[in-house]
């Protein structure tokens, strides 16, 4: 069974915009809950996003640096 996401009830003022909106998520296989919002999830995307950005800049510098030890070990 999918996971399933239910909006909650508003407290005493409504959210400024609906990515503030609290929504209510079950897990599967075990029935576990938490509280997302659409702006924490968006949030997340964009800090493993500016992760992986790092990683390949990373994984480029590395990449360069075996190509020079390379040359040198054959040189």
Partial sequence: ?????????VESSPAPD?????VEKEHQPAKQKSMVTY????SQKAS?????SAYDDRI?????????VK?????
């Fill in 18 to 22: 609906w990515k503030q909106v609290s």
């Fill in 1 to 9: 069974m999918a996971d399933k996401y239910t909006k909650k009830a």
């Fill in 60 to 68: 480029a510098d590395i990449v360069a640096e075996m190509a020079k």
């Fill in 39 to 42: 702006a924490q999830l968006e």
């Fill in 48 to 52: 493993l996003e500016a992760q992986k």
């Fill in 71 to 75: 040359a040198a070990v054959e040189a």
